[in-house]
């Protein structure tokens, strides 16, 4: 380390994971750069949160498939490396499914051992300035920070990897009375036959309801909007599996339970109890209304409210950061750049841009981190984005590598719905003829991992004749009536185009001068692989690559089509497959319908009973 070197093009605020694999990534792209962490060394948040020291990050270690960029899918506390004989990977150090958090601190503090990088510990930044000059890309100074022991350090582009900066703490007059997650006591004897509330109703609010389930007497977590279920949205955030006992127990009539209600005023009698007031919507009331009532007796109230990742104190008004959600995230356009030129945020704070994937854990934002440090290249040192090409044209070598690629993908398998997409520029050479054997003339570029928000606003994107969004996607929002343990079915195997799964499936868009033009949706499974047959008597394991063939010759003329791309081939149709008779079929609709007919008897009633006639009111 240059420790008399006062400017850097790149400074990163924090040394958690994000801050970590950014430094990797540098690094290894010969960037000049600088991490500063205010703690004495890597991963210091981990060393006391989660405060219960139980992950929630899945260490799955075996997957049955020998790629480990398919088990990566699986490892979601790994960092990315780019070593193949021996990486340093999370799951070398147990086999828990839910680790202890030491052991994140522990694995954060050897990959820094194993790949050195420019950190700087004990630099605590405590103001950060945005000098007033032009946008001119050669400037030497645009951030100046000052740090705890006084001195400045300059940088061209700031990249804030603080993590969860501060508690989120809800505004509530008495707020300041309670406990909070960060000091709550451990110790289950205080809680021991007492009545406790927990205000909050994500993963750190049922976490420490789960941990005092079996000491406390009776606990009611206070949440102002229904618990979110991670198995419902298929987002990592919301409340997970591992943390729900107090659901159960409450759907179990076990004393402890759950209010949906907002809390307006909590106050400390003479006894030392605890009093809170709160506000609840009741719509099934007679006549529907708002009551504001109040329970009395508590001997611990625990506020567990989550998080911001943005802390704006850290930034003087010549470059504070405009945020959402009450504070709670930055505001980040698509290239994870705030709302200040030139400053971006870098780890779990990317999760502001995607409440649908894994942006907001590690098995997510590595993939952003590694998509943002080609990006950055790209935009300040005018370095191309990394690309695999394809020269001359051939169907089915690209066909075979497509295929292969997005059966094994992790960043796109982690970063779905079209979060992080690959593209596929077609180019055949001007004045040459398609070939339906051999090869043609021209090239295919093959770029990883790009939001596909951004690749849309990019003119090379906008202009290209033919362009291949790929992505894997589920499509759960195509069924809002299922609950979880409804998805079983898989989607229909006679269907070409699979665009009602629930299992995550590879997605190809197909788009002419930045306007879509086709979509295919190959079709699902259990293990997300496109490569393999998925059960005995898959008798056509090729109809993913030819489903993809025949997209591909269908836009660009180059190869054959018409290739077979159902499930069974067709002798093998009557074996495996019995159609329904007409009777079964029949019985089947009238199930349906009478389900249907409950659901709406059942809303209609509650529809009549909180008719309000407007002439009264």
Not at 65 to 89: G, K, T, V, Y
């Amino acid at each position: 380390m240059e420790s008399d070197k006062t400017h850097y093009e790149y400074i990163v605020i924090g040394a958690g994971p994000g801050g970590v694999q950014m430094a990797y990534f540098m690094e290894k792209a010969k960037m000049d750069y600088l991490v500063l962490e205010r703690a004495d060394g890597p991963g210091s948040f981990f060393r006391t949160q989660p405060r219960h020291r139980t992950l929630i990050s899945i260490n799955k270690k075996y997957n049955v498939f020998p790629e480990a960029e398919f088990n990566l899918r699986h490892d979601w506390n790994s960092l990315i490396n780019n070593e193949e004989d021996n990486p340093l990977l999370f799951t070398s150090y147990t086999d828990k499914l839910f680790p202890n958090a030491d052991m994140l601190v522990e694995y954060i503090e050897d990959f820094c051992k194993k790949y050195p990088t420019n950190i700087r510990y004990n630099t605590n930044v405590t103001v950060v300035h945005r000098d007033d000059m032009t946008d001119d890309h050669q400037s030497k100074s645009k951030f100046t920070l000052t740090v705890n022991n006084g001195s400045q350090l300059t940088c061209r582009v700031l990249l804030i990897a603080t993590g969860a900066a501060l508690p989120d703490d809800p505004v509530i007059p008495g707020i300041e009375l309670v406990d909070t997650y960060e000091n709550h006591s451990l110790d289950k004897e205080l809680y021991k036959n007492k009545k406790v509330c927990i205000l909050g109703g994500g993963n750190s609010a049922f976490e420490v309801g789960d941990y005092l389930a079996d000491t406390a007497g009776l606990i009611h977590l206070f949440n102002r909007h229904p618990v979110k279920f991670s198995w419902d949205t298929h987002f990592v955030g919301h409340l997970r599996a591992v943390n729900n006992n107090i659901v159960d127990m409450y759907h179990l009539k076990s004393l402890h339970a759950l209010r949906k209600c907002e809390a307006t005023r909590i106050w400390k009698t003479e006894d030392g109890k605890y009093n809170i007031e709160y506000d609840m919507h009741l719509p099934n009331w007679d006549p529907p209304g708002t009551g504001r009532f109040v329970t009395v007796g508590y001997d611990k109230i625990i506020a567990c409210t989550g998080w911001k990742f943005v802390n704006v104190t850290m930034f003087d008004d010549s470059c504070k950061p405009e945020t959402h959600q009450h504070g709670k995230y930055p505001v980040l356009d698509e290239h994870w750049q705030s709302t200040v030129k030139d400053m971006y945020f870098a780890g779990t704070p990317m999760q502001s841009r995607d409440r649908r994937a894994a942006s907001g854990f590690i098995h997510g934002f590595r993939y952003n981190i590694r998509t943002m440090c080609h990006m950055l290249r790209l935009t300040y040192n005018k370095i191309e984005l990394p690309r695999k090409t394809f020269s001359p044209i051939d169907q089915e070598e690209i066909c075979k590598w497509v295929i292969k690629h997005v059966s094994v993908v992790s960043a796109l398998y982690q970063l779905g719905q079209g979060f992080l997409c690959d593209v596929m520029l077609v180019s055949p050479q001007e004045g040459t003829t398609p070939q339906e054997t051999g090869t043609t003339p021209g090239k295919v570029e093959y770029i990883h991992e790009l939001p596909q928000a951004w690749i849309r606003t990019q003119d090379w994107f906008l202009e290209a004749p033919l362009a291949i969004l790929i992505s894997i996607e589920d499509t759960i929002d195509k069924y809002p009536e299922l609950k979880a343990p409804e998805f079983f079915t898989p989607a229909d195997a006679n269907v070409s185009n699979c665009k009602c799964s629930p299992f995550p499936q590879a997605v190809f868009r197909v788009y002419k001068k930045g306007k879509l033009v086709d979509d295919l949706f190959i079709g699902g499974s259990l293990v997300v692989r496109a490569d393999t047959r998925n059960f005995e008597g898959d008798t056509n394991p090729d109809r993913y690559a030819n489903k993809l063939r025949n997209l591909f010759h269908r836009h660009t003329g180059i190869g054959k089509g018409g290739y077979y791309e159902q499930l069974f081939t067709p002798d093998m149709w009557p074996k495996v497959y019995r159609p329904w008779t007409k009777e079964e079929i029949k019985e089947q609709r009238k199930t349906e319908v009478e389900k249907a007919n409950k659901k709406y008897e059942c809303s209609l009633s509650i529809i009549q009973h909180n008719q309000v006639d407007i002439a009264d009111m």
